[in-house]
């Protein structure tokens, strides 16, 4: 059952959690230039730098919003930060469909169906191309081309965004992004709540293409079922960062987010190391599907025009 109540002819409230009730509207803007913007129920964010205060329930630690930047960005930089996408930071849930499901499923047609055929080689045939199909299906999830983050660029309030070979170059103040209810069918739970941050990439920002007389186009940046503080918190965090607000939490580093192998040869052997890696690595595969997908090789790179606006070249993921 939904916990979003319409409670009057434009207004939807959702349920209370870490402080935040989301109110949620139609609005004339988003049904003349949003893509099925006269269903699009949402709360707008900015323009207008609108403040959705956190309940931390006094623990200092996350009130500096420290896990938003361990879990969405790709680092932090000297004047700007890039934080990804849900296409990137959401990997798992491809992965677990595709490996973990798909892969029950067929071994549970695979015993109670498939056995039942008599000719063994149309029987072995069926059974591993299906296990090879849910195993690809599962890898191709995983390592798809990871896509480029959406850059913050405090210093010269910007946000630079390269979606589909389309380069935007948007100043903050200019910027739109809205958390709407975006509720999804989920196997035999059938229909769930939904949300989702969203920044609307207007056409009149592209920089490498005309795209007058088109509508926005819609980014996700992150989605989650049944829980709205996951997004308002994401929201929030880029807020405060753009506007210098605080408490606030980055780490500057010079090297990307991604998975290290750390071995110290004083504490251990190289064979020990070695046989860690390898007994921990189906753990990790499990637990941190989205952390070893930023191994993939497969990565696109930002235009040469953001490394100029940027004043280095970097392109993390």
Not at 28 to 42: K, Q, V
Not at 278 to 303: C, G, N, Q, R, Y
């Amino acid at each position: 059952m939904s916990q979003i109540k319409q409670v009057s002819s434009n207004l939807w409230v959702g349920p209370k959690r870490g402080g935040i009730t989301p109110n949620f509207m139609k609005t004339e803007h988003a049904i003349a230039h949003y893509p099925n913007g006269a269903s699009l129920i949402h709360d707008p964010v900015q323009p207008g730098n609108k403040k959705r205060t956190l309940d931390y329930e006094g623990d200092p630690e996350t009130e500096h919003m420290g896990e938003f930047f361990e879990a969405c960005s790709a680092g932090g930089h000297e004047g700007y930060l890039d934080m990804r996408i849900n296409s990137v930071h959401n990997r798992g849930e491809g992965f677990y469909i595709m490996g973990i499901i798909g892969l029950l499923f067929w071994w549970s047609f695979h015993y109670f169906v498939l056995t039942a055929i008599e000719d063994e080689q149309v029987r072995n045939l069926s059974i591993y191309s299906g296990y090879v199909f849910f195993g690809v299906g599962a890898l191709i999830c995983l390592f798809r081309t990871l896509h480029t983050p959406v850059r913050f660029h405090k210093a010269n309030q910007e946000v630079y965004v390269w979606h589909k070979k389309v380069l935007y170059r948007i100043p903050w103040q200019e910027c739109e992004l809205s958390i709407h209810v975006d509720k999804r069918t989920i196997g035999l739970k059938g229909q769930q709540d939904g949300y989702q941050l969203t920044l609307w990439l207007n056409p009149k920002h592209a920089v490498n293409k005309d795209l007058s007389g088109q509508k926005h186009v819609a980014l996700n940046l992150i989605h989650n079922l049944d829980h709205h503080t996951p997004i308002y918190g994401y929201w929030e965090y880029v807020r405060r960062y753009m506007t210098g607000d605080t408490p606030f939490y980055m780490r500057i580093s010079e090297s990307p987010r991604t998975i290290q192998l750390n071995y110290d040869p004083e504490k251990e052997s190289y064979i020990t190391f070695i046989l860690m890696v390898i007994v921990t690595s189906p753990f990790v595969l499990l637990l941190k599907p989205d952390k070893v997908a930023l191994l993939s090789p497969f990565k696109e790179k930002w235009p040469e025009e953001v490394h100029e606006w940027t004043g280095e070249r970097c392109n993390w993921h």
